[in-house]
């Protein structure tokens, strides 16, 4: 069993930071790609950014949208993934959640997703 654990979400204003973390947990093989999408209230989930696998850290990508105010960084040692959010607009706003490309310790190989967790952006 694994499961994928997301905190860091909140309330924060305009302009303001946060830093979302996932942690993985159970029989890990191996975790290749992982990532953070979002969801806005009526609006399909997107990607935000995702980091590749890589002792040197992983390649990266981010949306355009948010190019140039988040980050994402992971820690394989911890099987964890980071999302630092900085110059926080209200069109960040939505459930936030964290998935990994992870291969169990049976060999299985499938996508997790974690539970999600809520930021808010104020004006």
């Known amino acids: 069993q694994v499961q994928l654990v997301e905190s860091g979400g909140g309330l924060v204003q305009a302009g303001g930071s946060l830093r979302l973390s996932c942690a993985a947990s159970?029989?890990?093989?191996?975790?290749?790609?992982m990532g953070w999408y979002r969801q806005a209230p009526g609006k399909r989930r997107e990607l935000v950014a995702s980091?590749?696998?890589?002792?040197?850290?992983?390649?990266?990508m981010l949306a355009d949208s948010v190019k140039g105010r988040f980050t994402i960084s992971r820690d394989n040692a911890k099987n964890t993934v980071y999302l630092q959010m900085n110059s926080l607009k209200p069109e960040d706003t939505g459930v936030y959640y964290c998935?990994?490309?992870?291969?169990?310790?049976?060999?299985?190989?499938?996508?997790?997703w974690g539970q999600g967790t809520q930021v808010t952006v104020s004006s």
């Open positions: 998935n990994a490309d992870i291969t169990l310790g049976s060999g299985i190989r499938r996508s997790y």
């Open positions: 980091i590749s696998t890589g002792s040197s850290g992983g390649r990266t």
């Open positions: 159970g029989t890990i093989l191996n975790i290749g790609d």
